[in-house]
């Protein structure tokens, strides 16, 4: 068995934080398998679909590192779809319902006063042909359920939350079809992973219930049913639910400087039992990854951690990695000596404009002499061998000054900053000239 797994957003707006989350999951397990991952665009909503979110969704995936191994749209499966559908409706699986949307809310309005659970009825199984026509004469189109077995019990293995069970006869039977023809999302779904090979169906606990109703699905098609995971969803930092991470996507990562290799490194192990770790290689991510690991708890998520986790990525990068985003000029010594002190690769700019200056310092009066001093003792300096060794040691040789008062004022005067980079490695980028101007005042 090839284990193939398959990421199926609707084109109707960009990719957001659990989204990617679900996609990532999906491209680890296949991979850690040596299997495959298919890309599905469930794009059977030909209003609300929209092409531009088509190609920002292969333009996310290819940014995060996740190509897919092929692509399906459901679009392009109607021919499948009404060929199911009409074997199903054939074998009493599928029956017209012809309850109006206003009809359908009083009923749950009446179940709810009664105490009952809102589930439907069944009152379209109990019309003869001659109502059914009646109704179709007067204008009234029909909808189509799914009629669920109330005989059996449903129940599965999930790989995350364990056995699963549910009684069919507390469900409705599931709307497969609008009254206009149009598919919902449910037999659709189950169609494309019986037919497209999908070994494993990883998803978020909300669609555990829709899992229930599919493998009735599957059992009615003849095919044998995928595994199921279903992950905790993601509540925000505040620890509820979080609007906000409807919102963030990989357009605001990319604005605020983040990098696929943090994203994946997050969530591949957000809501498990192992270390968030900032890991550059995917290989010990693949190696960890095992839904066993994975809590039933919803999984923080903390923007603040993600940001902590971008520095220690970026301090891996070599500078192959980041060289077309940096300073022109910047080259791979100054890349070394800057990055132990970057958040994001943007910040080297800032960096940058240090090394090049201008730079203004505030100076002390009594280091007036002292930086005097320096600025002789640099010009005078080997600089093809450690200068900021050798400036310093002959410094506290002729003025006594050891510790911060020896360092301090040489990083101010430099650099115009009382932080920063191994002075060791930037003033060699810095430069005789540079440091002795800017030594001088």
């Not at 589930?119 to 001659?130: F, I």
């Amino acid at each position: 068995m090839t284990v193939t797994t398959r990421f199926a957003p609707s084109p109707t707006g960009m990719l957001h934080v659990g989204n990617i989350r679900a996609a990532l999951h999906n491209w680890l397990w296949a991979k850690k398998h040596g299997g495959c991952f298919l890309l599905r665009i469930d794009d059977t909503d030909a209003q609300r679909s929209d092409e531009r979110f088509v190609d920002a969704i292969r333009a996310d995936l290819a940014w995060l590192g996740l190509a897919p191994d092929g692509e399906v749209r459901q679009s392009a499966r109607f021919a499948r779809y009404e060929a199911r559908f009409a074997d199903l409706v054939a074998a009493g699986r599928i029956y017209p319902a012809y309850e109006t949307a206003q009809e359908l809310d009083l009923k749950r309005k009446i179940a709810a006063g009664r105490g009952l659970p809102p589930v439907y009825d069944r009152a379209a199984l109990k019309l003869s042909e001659a109502a059914r026509a009646t109704l179709e004469a007067g204008g009234v189109t029909p909808h189509w359920r799914f009629k669920l077995d109330h005989g059996r019990p449903i129940g599965w293995d999930d790989m995350v939350r364990g056995p699963q069970q549910f009684d069919a006869a507390t469900m409705s039977d599931p709307v497969i079809r609008r009254a206009d023809g149009s598919w919902l999302y449910m037999l659709p779904s189950a169609i494309d992973d019986a037919e497209l090979g999908i070994t494993h169906v990883v998803r978020g606990e909300d669609h555990v219930s829709n899992t229930a109703l599919q493998l009735q699905m599957f059992e009615a098609m003849g095919a044998a049913p995928p595994h199921f995971a279903h992950a905790a969803l993601l509540t925000g930092a505040e620890g509820k639910l979080s609007k906000r991470l409807g919102s963030v996507g990989v357009e605001a990562f990319r604005a605020d400087g983040i990098e696929p290799e943090t994203i994946v490194a997050l969530l591949a192990r957000l809501g498990t039992s192992d270390p968030v770790e900032p890991l550059v290689e995917r290989g010990a991510l693949l190696d960890s990854f095992d839904f066993a690991r994975f809590s039933r708890a919803p999984a923080r998520f903390d923007e603040g951690e993600l940001a902590a986790l971008n520095a220690k990525i970026v301090h891996q990068f070599p500078f192959a990695r980041v060289a077309g985003a940096l300073p022109a000029g910047m080259d791979e010594a100054a890349w070394g000596a800057i990055r132990p002190n970057l958040s994001r690769i943007s910040d080297a700019a800032g960096w940058w404009r240090v090394v090049e200056g201008p730079v203004t310092a505030e100076r002390r009066a009594d280091d007036a002499d002292f930086l005097a001093q320096a600025a002789m003792l640099a010009e005078g300096l080997d600089w093809s061998d450690s200068p900021w060794h050798a400036l310093t040691a002959a410094l506290k040789a002729k003025s006594g000054r050891t510790g911060k008062a020896l360092f301090l004022p040489l990083r101010q005067a430099l650099t115009g900053l009382d932080h920063g980079p191994d002075m060791a490695a930037l003033l060699p980028l810095i430069g005789r000239d540079r440091a002795v101007r800017r030594l001088r005042g």
